[in-house]
């Protein structure tokens, strides 16, 4: 009888179905679903300047990469996962020692002017990145003047590296600059050149236009590239136009100036969500929010009793700051690895806001508050109290205020020291003379997640191990896993550091920011996955198109 009823009700609904698409047919409509056409304008607000557009001098610039984006090819692209893609490289492959690069280039890349692009275009741009004038970060520069290329014909070459590597591949994403153009330039020379203004890249669009208005730069116009290797882009012209914040840049969109806006910013997220017309893509942005301790301060010799590191990362109410201070645009981290990357351990248990629980942990680690009914615990005349230097901006401040608030709800007492980023690591981290700090774990332009640099032991005196770490097991996965080459040890490697660090808990993460994008509804085929730069938003840029008008999912048939 169950298996007969079964049967009844599923031809019930399948007449159902039937029937209703069979009235839809005799009222005249049809479902429309929107396929690409190619052709069309999109307009972006850009929030930024432009400075100069060539990929060597765009480090300084968000927006003058965002368009070096679409104007130069890299080798190499990573996914939402962080894993390395072909971009202008076709194939490569790496030597069992880890020491060899082998690229071959896609046969059919050219330059906007015609000319193939080369292995030669590689080893020079390279050239430039490692020249001692270069704008690059010192380390940078150092890092490149190591590296040895050896084109081994127009569209083969060989990276040698000094010694293995394994995050080498985060380096490869720099736009490919053209040799037959600036090749017999001096460093000097390329910085002033003209090349700045006009470039000519192999990218996906090529460059149109600067727009001028009262004799000031106020926007550049790029034309698709229908020589492009890959599939060519569906949208004809892409127009930025800058604006010196999200709040101008969203008036822009309100009188119809641009369809999208590059960076929704907090003081405009809640209108922008409540309009209509527009799209909102987010992504977690490159950075963890954490709270760093002094491990090594006997100070603050309280920090090296994991059950109190622990009950304060249990004391807070992470989700609450996310809701107030970043009006609902984060998500709580609980490893210093981003999330979605190959390297995160989903397995890992979250440590949720328990207030009892923190509790509890104190008590059990003899911390107590005194019989006169002292706010602040002890144990053996110890005081839960200690220093938290933070950046002296509105949202790293608000945040300290309620960690702050939160940790005296444990009898945990916690002084606040604002201070400028820059003095905050130079002044309190790099000489260790801070107790606890707020900072940002920036990975911008950095997939490969390498915890090597935090966590290392080797790394507490001249490194970035500003919490004094001292973990042989954790650093001997740490210095395997930077010199691997098979993705799947790597893996396992991080897996089990992770473990160890969310049993220890050497620092406490906080949250992951979010970056938000926002598009007008007339434009489909954007997806946005991990961001590890603005520009990654431009990932498949080949599939946006623009909308054909029409008056919602149902249209009458004619």
């Known amino acids: 009888m169950r298996k007969i009823r079964w ?38 607000a850009l929030i930024g300047g432009l ?26 692209r990573f996914d939402s996962r962080g894993l390395p893609q072909p971009e202008l490289a076709d194939s490569w492959g790496i030597s069992v020692d880890g020491l060899s690069y082998n690229f071959e280039l896609n046969p059919d890349a050219v330059w906007h002017d015609g000319e193939p692009v080369t292995s ?37 070459l060989q990276i040698r590296l000094p010694e293995p590597f394994a995050p080498f591949m985060d380096y490869l994403t720099f736009g490919i600059l053209p040799k037959h153009i600036l090749g017999g330039l001096t460093y000097d020379e390329i910085i002033n050149s003209s090349f700045n203004l006009q470039p000519i890249g192999s ?24 020589d492009y290797y890959h599939e060519p882009p569906f ?64 100070q603050v010799s309280i920090f090296q009793e994991k059950d109190v590191r622990r009950a304060l990362l249990m004391g807070l109410n992470r989700q609450r700051m996310i809701n107030e201070v970043l009006m609902g645009q984060g998500i709580i981290a609980d490893m210093p690895i981003l999330k979605n990357n190959w390297a995160y351990y989903e397995a890992n248990p979250r440590l949720d806001f328990d207030i009892q629980g923190a509790t509890n942990l104190l008590k059990g680690a003899g911390y107590v508050l005194n019989a006169d009914k002292e706010e602040v615990r002890q144990k053996d005349g110890v005081s839960l109290s200690f220093n938290l ?57 950095s997939p490969d997640p390498d915890p090597y640099p935090f966590w290392d032991q080797a790394q507490q005196s001249d490194g970035q191990n500003y919490s004094q770490w001292e973990n042989r097991v954790v650093s001997e996965y740490l210095e395997t896993a930077r010199v691997s080459t098979d993705l799947v040890e790597r893996s396992k490697l991080y897996r089990n550091f992770q473990v160890i660090f969310s049993d220890e808990l050497p620092a406490l993460p906080l949250l992951y920011p979010v970056y938000n994008y926002a598009v007008d ?7 946005i996955g991990a961001m590890y730069d603005t520009c990654n938003r431009f990932d498949n840029i080949t599939q ?11 249209q009458e048939d004619k």
Do not use: C
């Open 51 to 76: 400075q100069r557009l060539n990929p060597a001098l765009d480090y300084y610039n968000n927006a003058d990469r965002d368009i070096d984006y679409l104007l130069f090819s890299s080798l190499i």
């Open 120 to 156: 030669e275009d590689v080893a020079f741009t390279i050239d430039v990145l490692s020249d001692p004038d270069s704008v690059l970060p010192e380390n940078l520069k150092e890092f490149w003047q190591k590296i040895e290329v050896i084109p081994f014909g127009e569209k083969s």
């Open 521 to 527: 509804k007339g434009v489909g085929g954007i997806r």
């Open 235 to 298: 949208i004809s012209q892409f127009v930025f136009r800058y604006y010196s914040d999200a709040k101008s840049a969203y008036s822009a969109y309100q009188e119809g100036m641009v369809q999208g806006i590059s960076d929704v910013t907090l003081d405009v997220i809640n209108t922008a969500l409540s309009d209509q017309n527009l799209s909102i893509y987010s992504s977690i942005q490159p950075k963890i929010m954490m709270v760093l301790l002094n491990l090594n301060d006997s």
């Open 544 to 554: 946006w198109y623009l909308l054909a008008k029409a008056a919602g999912h149902l």
């Open 203 to 226: 990218g996906p669009y090529r460059f149109d236009h600067l727009i001028v208005e009262n004799a000031d730069v106020a926007g550049v116009v790029l034309s698709v590239n229908t």
């Open 389 to 445: 230097v933070h950046p002296d901006d509105e949202i790293h401040t608000e945040l300290a205020k309620r960690i702050r608030d939160d940790w005296a709800r444990l009898g945990v007492e916690v002084t606040l020291t604002a201070v400028p980023y820059d003095s905050l690591v130079l002044d309190y981290l790099q000489p260790l003379t801070y107790q606890a700090a707020l900072v940002d774990l920036d990975f911008s332009r």
């Open 7 to 44: 049967q009844i009700i599923i031809i019930l609904v399948t007449g159902l179905v039937i029937g209703v698409l069979l009235l839809s047919e005799q009222a005249g409509f049809r479902i429309i679903r929107p396929a690409p056409t190619r052709g069309g304008v999109y307009a972006e």
